[in-house]
C-alpha cells in the first residue's frame, strides 16, 4: 500500500508559479514511479507528468512541456510538479498517483494509487 498526501494548490494569476508536492507513505517510494494528472470540471481526468522509480526517465503531456518540471526527493518520500507560467486551461484539481513499473507511463490505468487531489485555479 501506498498514501498519497499532495498540497500546493492554490488561485494564482496566469504567468505565476506554483509547486505542488506529493508525500508517499508506506511501501517503498523507490519502488513505484510516480505520475501526475488533472480533471477540469466537466473533463476527463487527463496525464500530466510522470517520473520513473529511479528518476532517470520523465515523461510529459504536450501541453505542460517546457513548462511544467516533475522530480522526487527520496530523503523526504516526495515528488514534486514545478508549474511555471501557468495559464487559465491548467484550472484543475491535480492527484498525485503511484504505480508499480519501471517506467513512467502516460496511462491513468497503470496507476495503482491515488492521491485526493490538490485544486489549481490560475486566473487570468
Known amino acids: 500500500q501506498v498514501q498519497l498526501v499532495e498540497s500546493g494548490g492554490g488561485l494564482v494569476q496566469a504567468g505565476d508559479s506554483l509547486r505542488l508536492s506529493c508525500a508517499a507513505s508506506?511501501?517503498?517510494?523507490?519502488?513505484?514511479?510516480m505520475g501526475w494528472f488533472r480533471q477540469a470540471p466537466g473533463k476527463e481526468r487527463e496525464f500530466v507528468a510522470a517520473?520513473?522509480?529511479?528518476?532517470?526517465?520523465?515523461n510529459y503531456a504536450d501541453s505542460v512541456k517546457d513548462r511544467f518540471t516533475i522530480s522526487r526527493d527520496y530523503v523526504k518520500n516526495t515528488v514534486y510538479l514545478q508549474m511555471n507560467s501557468l495559464k487559465p486551461e491548467d484550472t484543475a484539481v491535480y492527484y498525485c498517483?503511484?504505480?508499480?513499473?519501471?517506467?513512467?507511463?502516460?496511462?491513468?490505468?497503470?496507476?495503482?494509487?491515488w492521491g485526493q487531489g490538490t485544486q489549481v485555479t490560475v486566473s487570468s
Open positions: 498517483a503511484a504505480a508499480r513499473t519501471v517506467v513512467p507511463s502516460r496511462s491513468s490505468l497503470e496507476y495503482n494509487y
Open positions: 508506506g511501501r517503498t517510494f523507490s519502488s513505484v514511479a
Open positions: 517520473i520513473s522509480r529511479r528518476g532517470g526517465g520523465t
